[in-house]
T-cell receptor, first 114, second 112 residues
């Protein structure tokens, strides 16, 4: 089944404890992206990747890192999480970086930073 | 800065009522427009999209949207909603780059 998977789905952690949220897609998509969803703010883009080893900042990149060493994986890294990073995170992919492409979303990761 | 505005944050309708959700964007050039839906407990999925051609776009589950360039709008419509349409709806705009900008979302609740 074509899909985007994220792990973990739920995570509670403490301030400053490094964490990684994994994202994987099995559709051979070139473009991948991370968003955070907050009430009243919709989805805001954190980072995106046009292809392997090519990444760039979205609108809210502070406090996050990403890497794209393989086409299928695009992990989101929080080196020193803070409470304002408590949010619902979505990974998404699309066939290419063409602006007409729809994005396919993962199930979301609900992160709480205490 | 480019932005997307969804006018209604919460909408409550009875079954069989007609639906129109507003979406306006701020960008004067060529745009690609999307509506995504998030049903309770599910992934975001595409309802419909516009990138060229007929400004009236039809999507899944009886939804349609009309792109009105002069009004910078891409409103979502459905003639008769069902209880199963209860969800959160997001308008999104891509202005030709690598970024997609989403609106804040509209939560629709349909009373059976």
């Amino acid at each position: 089944e074509a899909q985007v998977t994220q792990n973990p789905r739920y995570l509670i952690t403490v301030t400053g404890k490094k964490l990684t949220v994994t994202c994987s897609q099995n559709m051979n998509h070139e473009y991948m992206s991370w968003y955070r969803q907050d009430p009243g703010l919709g989805l805001r883009q954190i980072y995106y990747s046009m292809n392997v080893e090519v990444t760039d900042k979205g609108d809210v990149p502070e406090g996050y890192k990403v890497s794209r060493k393989e086409k299928r994986n695009f992990p989101l890294i929080l080196e020193s999480p803070s409470p304002n990073q408590t949010s619902l995170y979505f990974c998404a992919s699309s066939p290419t970086s063409g602006s007409w492409n729809e994005q396919f979303f993962g199930p979301g990761t609900r992160l709480t930073v205490l | 800065a480019q932005s997307v505005s969804q006018h209604n944050h919460h909408v409550i309708l009875s079954e069989a009522a007609s639906l129109e959700l507003g979406c306006n964007y701020s960008y004067g050039g060529t745009v690609n427009l999307f509506w995504y839906v998030q049903y309770p407990g599910q992934h975001l999925q595409l309802l419909l999209k516009y990138f060229s051609g007929d400004p009236l776009v039809k999507g899944i589950k009886g939804f349609e949207a009309e792109f009105i360039k002069s009004k910078f709008s891409f409103n979502l419509r459905k003639p008769s909603v069902q209880w199963s349409d209860t969800a959160e709806y997001f308008c999104a705009v891509n202005t030709g780059g690598f970024k997609t900008i989403f609106g804040a979302g509209t939560r629709l609740f349909v009373k059976a």
